[in-house]
Structure formats: C-alpha cells, structure tokens
T-cell receptor, first 117, second 111 residues
Framework: EAGVAQSPRYKIIEKRQSVAFWCNPI?????LYWYQQILGQGPKLLIQ????????DSQLPKDRFSAERLKGVDSTLKIQPAKLEDSAVYLC???????????????FGEGSWLTVV | DAKTTQPPSMDCAEGRAANLPCNHS???????VYWYRQIHSQGPQYIIH???NNETNEMASLIITEDRKSSTLILPHATLRDTAVYYC????????????FGAGTRLTVKP
C-alpha cells in the first residue's frame, strides 16, 4: 500500500515570495492533516480536513496560509507571502474514517522542507 | 497542549532493551495511548497504540499501568537504527481529533 506522498521535498525561497506544497493521502483515507514542524519541536497541527470540508483550522495563520482539498483527495498548502519564521518542515498526514473500534491511526508523509531566506 | 510528559533524552546500549516512559495522568476513559517515532529528516512513523491492555507488535511492546496514568514503550533489542525522537500521545477514540505532539524523548542507541 502506497503511503502519503508529498512534494516538493525541499524548497528554498526568499521572504515575501510564495510557495505551495502538494499532498496525496493514502487511498481511501477521508481525513487529511497538515502539520508544521519547526526544528527541535514536535509537529503542530495547522489544518484538518474531513473529505473536502475543514474540521479544524484554528491554528492556521490565515493571513498568509491557505489550504484546500477540492475533490476530497489531494490537498495543497500555500504560503503567501512567506516570512523567515515559516522555515520548517510541512508534514501531511492522513487517516481513515472515525469510529473504528481500534482507533484511527494517522500516517505521515516524509515532509516538505521549507527554508525562507 | 500535549497531555503527556516524557524525559527529554535517554541512552541505550545496542542489543539491550530500551524502555521509554510516558506519564499521562489526565487521560480519560475513551482516550488511546499512541507512540510514534521520528528519525532525522523523516516524517513521524507509527509504532503502536493501546487503550488499557498491553499490546505487542513486530516493532515494540506497550505496557499501560492499571490506572492508565502512565505507560512504557519497550524496544526489546535496540539497534543503531532505533535512534530517533519518540513521541507518546493520547488521543480520543471516536472524535477524530488530531495528534498533539509534545517534545518527545530523544533516544540514542550506542554501540
């Protein structure tokens, strides 16, 4: 079974430029997450989708970050304009529908490394 | 905020068992304990999870105390490739909540 796919793997941009990250979740997974991980810290949730609807975006800096999942499968995360403090790894993750007896394990992609200079 | 407390770092000799503790004293009855690890430059990798019974899979064993306020992840024969940051997380069973990560434990396996 294929895992969560993300691209690009690495990206370097100048501050005030824009960047977009793409994610393809595990087939059949209805829930998709975007996390931000700053060096030395644990991942922090930015946004959670259930199919193509937003479940939680309370920690997404909406003045510069946006995300969409138009057809309930792939997702893109955009940052515009980027700031130096946005330098981080952006992790996409997915899980199956809720309600499973054994819980719904979240599976992560390898991440997209962003450096803002 | 993370609902768990873990030591920031631990060392283990190669070939020996690594026992990683986690305190989750505020865990509620419908919350699972999950363990993930993150090897440098990779995404977090699922290891194991449990509700109240001890669990074992091909990667590790999870021991949960009877009062469920703490747990221990056991890697029975640690190898150099087990060097990573290990995260202990509590998460609701049916509410589809996200994983809230703390700082984790940095395990270093030494030859």
């Amino acid at each position: 079974e294929a895992g969560v796919a993300q691209s690009p793997r690495y990206k370097i941009i100048e501050k005030r430029q824009s960047v977009a990250f793409w994610c393809n979740p595990i087939s059949g997974h209805a829930t998709l997450y975007w996390y931000q991980q700053i060096l030395g810290q644990g991942p922090k949730l930015l946004i959670q989708f259930q199919n193509n609807g937003v479940v939680d975006d309370s920690q997404l800096p909406k003045d510069r970050f946006s995300a969409e999942r138009l057809k309930g499968v792939d997702s893109t995360l955009k940052i515009q304009p980027a700031k130096l403090e946005d330098s981080a790894v952006y992790l996409c993750a997915s899980s199956s529908i809720r309600g499973q007896r054994s819980g719904n394990t979240i599976y992560f992609g390898e991440g997209s490394w962003l450096t803002v200079v | 905020d993370a609902k768990t407390t873990q030591p920031p770092s631990m060392d283990c000799a190669e070939g020996r068992a690594a026992n990683l503790p986690c305190n989750h004293s505020t865990i509620s009855g419908n919350e699972y304990v999950y363990w993930y690890r993150q090897i440098h430059s990779q995404g977090p990798q699922y290891i194991i999870h449990g509700l109240k019974n001890n669990e074992t899979n091909e990667m590790a064993s999870l021991i949960i105390t009877e009062d469920r306020k703490s747990s221990t992840l056991i890697l029975p024969h640690a190898t150099l490739r087990d060097t990573a940051v290990y995260y202990c997380i509590v998460r609701g069973r049916y509410n589809n909540n996200d994983m809230r990560f703390g700082a984790g434990t940095r395990l270093t396996v030494k030859p």
